[in-house]
């Protein structure tokens, strides 16, 4: 019984000493990192909202084409 109990309470606390050891290290980000952090993820969405934007435009005409379909 108390083998079982160290194979169910070692991983759980080596669990809670790492959690405990990683939000010690976790930091908010000053306004320099912040800012980089917001321009890379607006970078991000307008790369993605124009490929998106093209491959739309691409494809309407093609379904067009082969089903037929008129709006």
Known sequence: MEQQVRKVSG???KF???S?????????????EFSKI?????AG???LGF???FVRLIFIPIN?????NKL
């Open 45 to 47: 969405f307008l790369v």
């Open 20 to 32: 405990v050891r990683f939000w010690n290290r976790c930091t908010k980000p000053d306004a320099k």
């Open 64 to 68: 067009h084409v082969l089903v037929g």
């Open 11 to 13: 991983p759980l606390s």
């Open 51 to 53: 490929v998106g934007f």
């Open 16 to 18: 809670a000493r790492d």
């Open 38 to 42: 917001a321009l890379a993820t607006g």
